[in-house]
């Protein structure tokens, strides 16, 4: 027996908040809801698919402590239409969750809460924790997700995002599906924390878009990375393998740099793209006497040329890339300008905000054409 | 005790007998090759019991002269070759002079023939190599020769021989294959009053072979055709859609001879590679013309076996003249794979004739036939297995697994774009050693399709240092292991291009099986369509399986009442 009362606008956002973290497969039916814990006038709500974790707390009027699961998409669907103004009443008793408010009365069946994993939320590890601010993270993370492997059957260590601290503030965090690789870096004021672990990209990239906007403090235990902020704690389960070594691929020189205007290759390379084989894409970039051009042709689609402007130094390259790699690199580099480098036409191109190499970079692998 | 001794004449006869003639059907062949040796324009053949109690094979051919009719009945007795020096030089079917005799050792036989220049015919009867009679009669020119009662005195034979059924269908099959090696003639074949079979013999190969095998497979018959020096091939073969479970309806004809030659057989099958699933086997008909010195057909008394000299040299021909043949007939929209040729509707006589004039020009083919329209609109995917489709005239099912695995081939395969995809870092993927030997054994088809790999010391473990760009962006977990493990099987093939196109069908599947089971929005669905629709084949996976199926509007109105 679970029975609380509260005004729906307190409830409505920390559910969707929470819908984030269950599963969308019912591989574990348990995991499809949102566990509402309710005691001391106060209710948890969890979530977690395993990779990552949520957990919110808010005030409530607490009748009678308990526990409840109830189906997390319906749950949060429910509350989103319930009258902002007002109070929800709810009641879990029997395999049945009774909700209440005005002159409406729903019936949701629940789901059994006694299936549920018992879920860490590193309480222990907090004493240890360090503090930093979520707009750092947010900020580095936005330059370097794209470049994560996508998919559920990709090699696991790549699906993850490379966070690394170092005890004076320094935070990294590298992503890299193996055919382009990105990497930030910032400082904050996290000092004294020294780890280096992978997690989810999908997953750390939920936890840190429900943190809210101010401290967070974050802690490391073997297999967790925890986040506290505010109301809301979180964690992602770390991925376990070698990651990619960025600092091996990264060459003292090249042979050749290019400075471009990253709109001027964007919409280069979008039109270009389209005289690819959407099959097997790739487009050419050369850098010379001649200037520098991106150009792409294929049998049924046509030819494109475009011509780029651009300061070019060192030696001519010519190197064909798939054209998804190469604009993924520079929608996210954060900068108007950006500073390519090239080894020749089978080694990695290296690409960073012009003037600020030391925030970020890409690499960008090849295609060899044969 | 037995002492050795050596046998009667009769008793030979009866034993060498038994090597020429075995069954129905092999006298029915023997006689039929004698008819055609005799320039006859048309042969009747007609048979009670399976052939058992009577085959009679009646032609308009030469005819043997009155004085050689008793001669025609011995052993060893030919008009078709007088010396060694002939024998590098066969033409005829027969040349031994061993089928009438045999014959005639082992059923009660009559000849009635008459020469074109006798004044009159000739008829002798043999029972079990004896001639009981022998009489001058008045008859038309040609040969009628009536086998009754075959194996009457040659028992532990006759216990051999199956079913009358089973006899029958056996001495048809046999005669089949002679009448679509003989277009030019014309066969009747009937039993018990009831036509089984019959061609018109009016030298049209497709004609012959819709008479042999109907209307419905000759539409789906394309011409091969490929000369060099001095061998000719031409021939039908079948869409790879159009196949069977065994390879009855596959014949060989060597310089008009059908004969057993299954390398040449194998060869064109090797063509259907990518189109065909496993057990599955065309219809053909492979007509090689040669200089009678490159053919040894003395290999055999039932001449079914020929040796060919150059075979290798002559595969390759064959191969190469059915890729042609069906690369020709890409684009094509297959009758047989709509819904109304589902429900068993037979192409119209209209249709065939429309084939007939197509002939033998394969260029024809191409221009008349009904090109592959503009891809049909995305409608919805059905439990992420099946696309939904529809243009104006038709709706598709499409099974999306297998247009990805098509796709994927194809932008693999295509000799203008092999690219690789370098990583970041080289994946090590560990092997069981025989496999990792296996893989390492291609690395040359690997890499010219954008894979490339080296071994990594120990034992079993290699390093992978780009995917073909076609595959890169998937997935690099279990694909590029699963890939390895699948392309290790690929060794075994001998030949480099069909190893190189095995790899490649390899990678496909290993990309479509990535993709298996992926929701797609409404653009991707159509992306894969249009993509699809650009492909060269479109209609068949590279196993063989087709990818979609089409209902027309026309027959689903018809189906649902509304005509």
């Given at each position: 027996?679970?029975?609380?009362?509260?005004?729906?606008?307190?409830?409505?956002?920390?559910?969707?908040?929470?819908?984030?973290?269950?599963?969308?497969?019912?591989?574990?039916?348990?995991?499809?809801?949102?566990?509402?814990?309710?005691?001391?006038?106060?209710?948890?709500?969890?979530?977690?698919?395993?990779?990552?974790?949520?957990?919110?707390?808010?005030?409530?009027?607490?009748?009678?402590?308990?526990?409840?699961?109830?189906?997390?998409?319906?749950?949060?669907?429910?509350?989103?239409?319930?009258?902002?103004?007002?109070?929800?009443?709810?009641?879990?008793?029997?395999?049945?969750?009774?909700?209440?408010?005005?002159?409406?009365?729903?019936?949701?069946?629940?789901?059994?809460?006694?299936?549920?994993?018992?879920?860490?939320?590193?309480?222990?590890?907090?004493?240890?924790?360090?503090?930093?601010?979520?707009?750092?993270?947010?900020?580095?993370?936005?330059?370097?997700?794209?470049?994560?492997?996508?998919?559920?059957?990709?090699?696991?260590?790549?699906?993850?995002?490379?966070?690394?601290?170092?005890?004076?503030?320094?935070?990294?965090?590298?992503?890299?599906?193996?055919?382009?690789?990105?990497?930030?870096?910032?400082?904050?004021?996290?000092?004294?924390?020294?780890?280096?672990?992978?997690?989810?990209?999908?997953?750390?990239?939920?936890?840190?878009?429900?943190?809210?906007?101010?401290?967070?403090?974050?802690?490391?235990?073997?297999?967790?990375?925890?986040?506290?902020?505010?109301?809301?704690?979180?964690?992602?389960?770390?991925?376990?393998?070698?990651?990619?070594?960025?600092?091996?691929?990264?060459?003292?020189?090249?042979?050749?740099?290019?400075?471009?205007?990253?709109?001027?290759?964007?919409?280069?390379?979008?039109?270009?793209?389209?005289?690819?084989?959407?099959r097997?894409?790739?487009?050419?970039?050369?850098?010379?006497?001649?200037?520098?051009?991106?150009?792409?042709?294929?049998?049924e689609?046509?030819?494109?040329?475009?011509?780029?402007?651009?300061?070019?130094?060192?030696?001519?390259?010519?190197?064909?890339?798939?054209?998804?790699?190469?604009?993924?690199?520079?929608?996210?580099?954060?900068?108007?300008?950006?500073?390519?480098?090239?080894?020749?036409?089978?080694?990695?191109?290296?690409?960073?905000?012009?003037?600020?190499?030391?925030?970020?970079?890409?690499?960008?692998?090849?295609?060899?054409?044969? | 005790?037995?002492?050795?001794?050596?046998?009667?004449?009769?008793?030979?006869?009866?034993?060498?007998?038994?090597?020429?003639?075995?069954?129905?059907?092999?006298?029915?062949?023997?006689?039929?090759?004698?008819?055609?040796?005799?320039?006859?324009?048309?042969?009747?053949?007609?048979?009670?019991?399976?052939?058992?109690?009577?085959?009679?094979?009646?032609?308009?051919?030469?005819?043997?002269?009155?004085?050689?009719?008793?001669?025609?009945?011995?052993?060893?007795?030919?008009?078709?070759?007088?010396?060694?020096?002939?024998?590098?030089?066969?033409?005829?079917?027969?040349?031994?002079?061993?089928?009438?005799?045999?014959?005639?050792?082992?059923?009660?036989?009559?000849?009635?023939?008459?020469?074109?220049?006798?004044?009159?015919?000739?008829?002798?009867?043999?029972?079990?190599?004896?001639?009981?009679?022998?009489?001058?009669?008045?008859?038309?020119?040609?040969?009628?020769?009536?086998?009754?009662?075959?194996?009457?005195?040659?028992?532990?034979?006759?216990?051999?021989?199956?079913?009358?059924?089973?006899?029958?269908a056996?001495?048809v099959q046999?005669?089949s294959r002679?009448a679509l090696a003989?277009p030019a003639?014309g066969f009747?074949?009937?039993?018990?009053?009831?036509l089984v079979l019959a061609t018109d013999g009016n030298g049209d190969l497709l004609a012959a072979a819709a008479s042999v095998w109907g209307l419905d497979v000759a539409e789906d018959l394309v011409p091969i055709f490929d000369?060099?020096?001095?061998?000719?091939i031409s021939g039908l073969i079948s869409r790879p859609h159009r196949a069977r479970g065994n390879r009855q309806a596959q014949i060989v004809v060597?310089?008009?001879?059908?004969?057993?030659?299954?390398?040449l057989r194998y060869a064109a099958e090797q063509a259907y590679r990518d189109h065909l699933m496993r057990g599955r086997f065309p219809y053909l008909v492979l007509c090689?013309?040669?200089?009678?010195?490159?053919?040894?057909?003395?290999?055999?008394?039932?001449?079914?076996?020929?040796?060919?000299?150059?075979?290798?040299?002559?595969?390759?021909?064959v191969y190469e003249a059915s890729r042609r043949a069906l690369g020709l007939e890409r684009r094509v929209v297959g009758e047989s794979q709509t819904w109304a040729s589902a429900q068993g509707a037979t192409p119209s006589v209209a249709d065939l004739s429309q084939a007939h004039q197509i002939g033998f020009e394969p260029v024809h083919l191409a221009s008349s036939a009904v090109a592959l329209g503009d891809p049909p609109t995305a409608v919805s995917q059905v439990r992420?297995l099946f696309l939904v489709a529809a243009d104006e005239h038709s709706l598709y099912l499409i099974d999306q697994h297998a247009a990805h695995e098509r796709i994927a081939f194809e932008a693999?395969s295509?000799?203008?774009?092999?690219?690789?995809?370098?990583?970041?870092?080289?994946?090590?993927?560990?092997?069981?050693?025989?496999?990792?030997?296996?893989?390492?054994?291609?690395?040359?088809?690997?890499?010219?399709?954008?894979?490339?790999?080296?071994?990594?010391?120990?034992?079993?473990?290699?390093?992978?240092?780009?995917?073909?760009?076609?595959?890169?962006?998937?997935?690099?977990?279990?694909?590029?292991?699963?890939?390895?493990?699948?392309?290790?099987?690929?060794?075994?093939?001998?030949?480099?291009?069909?190893?190189?196109r095995?790899?490649?069908t390899?990678?496909a599947a290993?990309?479509a099986?990535?993709?298996?089971?992926?929701?797609?929005?409404?653009?991707?669905q159509q992306a894969l369509i249009d993509a699809l629709w650009r492909c060269a084949e479109p209609r068949h996976c590279p196993h063989g399986r087709p990818v979609w199926i089409s209902l027309p509007f026309g027959s689903l109105e018809h189906h649902l009442g509304r005509s």
């Open positions: 027996m679970l029975s609380f009362e509260i005004p729906a606008s307190r409830l409505t956002e920390p559910l969707q908040l929470v819908l984030r973290a269950t599963a969308t497969r019912d591989l574990v039916p348990a995991l499809t809801g949102i566990l509402i814990e309710a005691q001391d006038d106060q209710l948890s709500l969890t979530g977690t698919d395993f990779d990552l974790g949520l957990r919110m707390s808010v005030d409530a009027k607490v009748t009678s402590p308990g526990r409840a699961l109830i189906p997390a998409r319906s749950l949060a669907e429910l509350a989103r239409r319930i009258p902002p103004a007002s109070l929800v009443e709810v009641k879990a008793v029997d395999g049945k969750a009774t909700m209440r408010f005005g002159k409406s009365r729903f019936d949701l069946p629940t789901l059994i809460d006694t299936d549920y994993p018992s879920v860490d939320f590193g309480a222990d590890s907090q004493g240890e924790g360090k503090t930093l601010k979520a707009a750092a993270l947010r900020h580095v993370l936005g330059r370097v997700t794209y470049a994560a492997a996508q998919r559920d059957d990709s090699l696991p260590i790549l699906l993850g995002i490379k966070v690394s601290f170092n005890s004076d503030g320094h935070l990294e965090v590298c992503a890299s599906d193996n055919f382009r690789l990105a990497w930030a870096q910032t400082t904050t004021e996290a000092v004294g924390l020294n780890a280096e672990v992978v997690v989810k990209a999908r997953a750390l990239t939920e936890m840190v878009r429900s943190l809210p906007d101010e401290d967070v403090r974050v802690a490391l235990s073997e297999r967790q990375m925890f986040f506290r902020s505010g109301s809301v704690q979180g964690f992602c389960q770390r991925v376990e393998g070698q990651f990619p070594d960025h600092r091996k691929l990264i060459k003292e020189t090249y042979e050749t740099t290019i400075q471009v205007q990253v709109a001027d290759v964007i919409q280069a390379g979008e039109r270009a793209s389209l005289a690819t084989d959407v097997s894409p790739q487009v050419i970039l050369r850098a010379g006497e001649d200037g520098v051009s991106l150009s792409a042709e294929s049998a689609m046509g030819s494109a040329y475009e011509d780029i402007p651009a300061t070019w130094s060192g030696a001519p390259v010519e190197i064909a890339f798939n054209p998804k790699f190469l604009i993924d690199a520079l929608k996210n580099a954060g900068a108007e300008a950006v500073d390519i480098g090239f080894n020749g036409p089978l080694s990695a191109a290296r690409l960073h905000p012009t003037g600020a190499p030391d925030d970020h970079l890409a690499l960008v692998l090849p295609i060899r054409r044969m | 005790m037995a002492a050795i001794r050596t046998l009667p004449d009769d008793l030979i006869n009866a034993i060498a007998a038994g090597e020429v003639v075995e069954r129905p059907a092999s006298c029915a062949k023997e006689l039929v090759e004698n008819s055609l040796d005799a320039q006859s324009s048309w042969v009747e053949i007609t048979y009670r019991q399976g052939g058992m109690a009577e085959i009679t094979v009646a032609d308009d051919g030469h005819g043997i002269p009155a004085g050689e009719v008793v001669l025609a009945l011995e052993r060893h007795a030919t008009s078709k070759l007088s010396d060694f020096a002939d024998l590098d030089q066969i033409t005829s079917l027969g040349f031994r002079g061993e089928a009438l005799p045999a014959i005639a050792q082992v059923s009660r036989l009559q000849v009635l023939t008459r020469a074109a220049g006798d004044q009159t015919a000739t008829r002798v009867v043999v029972e079990g190599g004896r001639m009981l009679l022998r009489e001058r009669v008045a008859a038309a020119c040609g040969t009628t020769v009536a086998v009754r009662d075959l194996f009457f005195n040659t028992p532990a034979r006759q216990a051999h021989l199956r079913s009358a059924d089973v006899e029958g056996r001495l046999e005669v002679l003989a003639v009747r074949v009937s039993t018990d009053q009831r000369q060099h020096s001095d061998v000719t060597v310089n008009g001879r059908a004969v057993n030659n299954p390398r090689l013309q040669l200089p009678a010195r490159n053919v040894d057909p003395n290999v055999h008394p039932s001449k079914w076996e020929v040796r060919l000299r150059a075979e290798d040299e002559l595969a390759a021909h992420t693999l295509a000799v203008d774009r092999p690219q690789a995809q370098l990583f970041v870092e080289p994946r090590r993927v560990r092997l069981l050693p025989a496999e990792a030997a296996q893989v390492l054994a291609l690395q040359a088809e690997l890499a010219e399709a954008g894979m490339e790999i080296d071994a990594l010391g120990s034992q079993g473990e290699l390093v992978v240092r780009s995917l073909p760009s076609a595959l890169a962006g998937v997935d690099q977990g279990a694909l590029v292991h699963n890939l390895l493990v699948d392309v290790a099987a690929c060794a075994s093939v001998s030949e480099a291009t069909e190893r190189s095995r790899v490649r390899a990678m290993c990309r099986a990535v993709k298996r089971g992926d929701r797609l929005s409404a653009p991707e």
